[in-house]
């Protein structure tokens, strides 16, 4: 079996992810260039005629701004919900979409793609009904949580029994309050519906750390307010701090912003 999961950029500049079990190929998000998704699949080997289909967290441009192209190019269906959808209607936000791709999904019913089980699950961030997602694959579990303001019991909920997590350490607190982004702008990512901060990744990462969790993508890092080793530093310590060794007790990578980060296999 080939369970594996792909970020081929992750950051505040664009995200799209590469999920793979077997035959079922899917991709989350494409907040890149179309000519950087088919480069991306090209370096991991992946046709792109056997994607079987979009799935997006949220609307915003570094989530959503290649999708259009994608689906237009290789006829692929876009999983939105309900809410998401209309705002990406309303504002013209995907370009023109054949309407056999767009299909409406639920938050909390899993999509059925042949044995891959995909759950929307709900998070908070400041668009209109974000989402992040899990996976799971005859007995194996990857989970997918990045733009996230909080995480509460609710969310949490969600990653345990993982074997694999691409769980978003997005920015320093401090580089942020020293930072010089305009005061909205350090309000909005600091707050509850922003995105999720080193120090707090790393607690929820710890509070889900059991023996079969193999790897950690750290992703989502902002360019201004982190950088991979104060994000790397960070888990290191709170999972050494509940004597967790990296590379005996779980791999930890952080996720290249503009680049390919490895395949993670579970
Ligand atoms: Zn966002
Ligand atoms: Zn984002």
């Known amino acids: ?17 590469y999920l793979q079990a077997d035959d079922e190929r899917l991709l989350i998000d494409i907040g890149i260039s179309g000519k950087k998704v088919t480069q991306g699949l090209e370096a991991i080997n992946v046709d792109p005629t056997t994607i079987k289909g979009i799935l997006i967290t949220h609307e915003h441009s570094d989530h959503i701004k290649g999708v259009g192209i994608i689906s237009r190019k290789y006829d692929l269906p876009i999983y939105a919900t309900a809410i998401t959808w209309e705002r990406m209607l309303s504002e013209n936000m995907l370009g023109k979409v054949a309407e056999h791709n767009q299909i409406i999904m639920e938050k909390d019913v899993p999509l059925m793609f042949g044995e891959l089980v995909v759950m929307p699950y709900s998070i908070y961030h400041d668009s209109v009904d974000p989402v992040g997602y899990v996976f799971t694959y005859k007995g194996k579990k990857i989970v997918l949580a990045t733009d996230m303001g909080k995480v509460d019991r609710r969310v949490v909920e969600h990653f345990y029994n993982a074997d694999g997590i691409l769980l978003e350490f997005n920015h320093d607190i401090n580089m942020v309050e020293v930072g010089g982004y305009p005061y909205y702008l350090k309000k909005r990512i600091l707050g509850d519906h922003g995105h999720l901060c080193n120090e707090l990744a790393a607690k929820v990462l710890t509070h889900i750390y059991h023996p079969n969790l193999q790897w950690a993508i750290l992703g989502h890092l902002s360019n201004e307010n982190n950088i991979p080793d104060l994000a790397y530093l960070c888990a290191k310590n709170a999972l050494e701090a509940k004597n967790i060794e990296i590379g005996k007790d779980i791999q930890i990578t952080v996720a290249k912003r503009h680049d390919m980060t490895p395949i993670h296999r579970v």
């Open 1 to 17: 079996m080939d369970f594996c999961l792909c970020p081929i950029a992750s950051g505040s500049s664009g995200n799209c992810t």
